[in-house]
């Protein structure tokens, strides 16, 4: 959840005491100059994928051998099994150790935890897997940890449930009853006061149906698509960047769920459109079959919002030191939903072959694929020489030969000339 659900925007502002203009114009230009960084960087990694997947280099003419060697993929699925082999080799992905005899206890406890939300709360093998791939082909790969206390609904059906059993279902305080069916039955008892009998209506049974809804309350570790993340053109690292950027699309329905206010969201549904095709090159080179136009449905809840998580170094609080703060916008003209100061990061950045004073080097894919391109021409030509010498061109002399008898490639058949030497 990105803010307090019981305080407004306004109060927001009046507590954190910045100015919204000021602030958005800072994240502007900061956001537009990492934009035109990264789509650079992003050309090279729609490249590199494209490699990958074998549809690079094209054949530079349509009656060329269209073969291309696959030197990138084959070295990085090399690469990945020993890769991941270092992480998950051994039962303890990660193990903590203990400095005293009085932090052995600790040190097993945090061993455990940490290794049961990696394994156990979170797909840890595949987000890490998904990570080192990027990295190897695609310059850098992103994980990103955080807490996530948003919201999920769910609807369930009880049939024939009995008294107790309802009355423990609805005193969840996560319950709300949508509908319910009461099946009486008469019961004789004993008037205390009259001593007679007397006839009784009780339920006997239940028919309901529920709406249960849950926040997650975990900690969530997930692999971010290389493009999402923009980082400041002059950055040394990820962690002292003046400007590091998570940029998503996300519904109006996730929105509210993280605890945004539904009628604020709809105004800016349909913002994150634009992005798809404007920045998401590299998502349309691992799919070639996107369809950017998305799913036109009428609710409002399913609707494309632009939300951008920024982390920015800004002197919030007026005391003359620029300090790092989250920033939440949404919407393509980048309208502030929530400020607040940060402490650390929650993106982590993999690079394969860093370079020294910037933040983001090479890769294996960078040094592949001019051998891959080099290796597809010399097996196209050989291709193509092999070809020609199996069907080799003929030189006719106009008129005096049988064109059919030329076009003719079946084995044996003869051609037939009206004169010795017109076909050679």
Not at 107 to 127: E, L, M, R
Not at 189 to 202: A, L, S, V, Y
Request: proline share 5%; net charge negative; aromatic share 8%.
């Amino acid at each position: 959840m990105e803010y307090d659900k019981d305080q407004t925007i306004e109060e927001l502002q009046v507590e954190d005491s910045y100015n919204e203009e000021e602030l958005q114009g800072v994240l502007k230009s900061e956001m537009d100059d990492a934009k035109d960084f990264i789509d650079q960087i992003d050309q090279d990694r729609a490249d590199a994928t494209d490699y990958y997947l074998g549809n690079s280099p094209t054949a530079q003419s349509s009656m060329q051998s269209e073969f291309v060697s696959t030197d990138v993929r084959d070295s990085v699925l090399f690469m990945l099994p020993s890769i991941m082999r270092t992480f998950f080799g051994t039962t303890k992905i990660v193990e903590f150790i203990p400095h005293g005899p009085e932090d052995i206890n600790l040190a097993k406890q945090q061993t455990d935890y940490i290794n049961y939300v990696i394994q156990q709360k979170n797909p840890g093998f595949k987000v890490l897997y998904d990570a080192f791939k990027d990295a190897l082909i695609r310059k850098t790969g992103y994980v990103k940890a955080y807490w996530d206390d948003s919201i999920t609904a769910s609807t369930h059906e009880y049939t024939n449930i009995s008294p107790e059993a309802y009355q423990a279902l609805i005193m969840d305080v996560n319950v709300e009853v949508i509908e319910e069916k009461i099946e009486m039955q008469s019961m004789t008892i004993m008037n205390p006061e009259t001593g007679e009998e007397m006839t009784q209506e009780t339920p006997a049974s239940y028919d309901v149906k529920i709406r249960r809804i849950k926040p997650k309350d975990q900690v969530v570790i997930e692999a971010v698509p290389t493009e999402e993340v923009l980082i400041s053109r002059h950055a040394r690292d990820l962690n002292s960047s003046p400007y590091v950027a998570h940029r998503m699309v996300k519904t109006v329905s996730d929105l509210v769920a993280m605890g945004y206010d539904k009628e604020q969201m709809e105004q800016f549904a349909g913002s994150g459109s634009a992005v798809d095709e404007d920045s998401y090159d590299l998502e349309q080179a691992r799919n070639p079959y996107a369809d950017f136009t998305g799913v036109d449905r009428a609710d409002n809840n399913s609707k494309s919002v632009l939300y951008v998580e920024h982390y920015v170094f800004y002197d919030l609080d007026g005391d003359g030191i620029d300090e790092r703060i989250r920033v939440c916008t949404v919407g393509n003209g980048l309208n502030i939903v929530n400020s607040t100061p940060w402490d650390d990061l929650p993106i982590t950045l993999f690079c394969p072959d860093p370079e020294p004073h910037t933040s983001i080097g090479s890769c294996p894919a960078d040094y592949l694929m001019p051998i891959q391109a080099a290796k597809s021409q010399i097996m196209r030509d050989t291709l193509d020489s092999l070809g020609h010498a199996i069907f080799p061109r003929m030189g006719i002399v106009e008129g005096q030969v049988n064109i059919d008898d030329v076009l003719n490639t079946d084995i044996g058949q003869p051609i037939r000339m009206r004169a010795p030497g017109m076909v050679q």
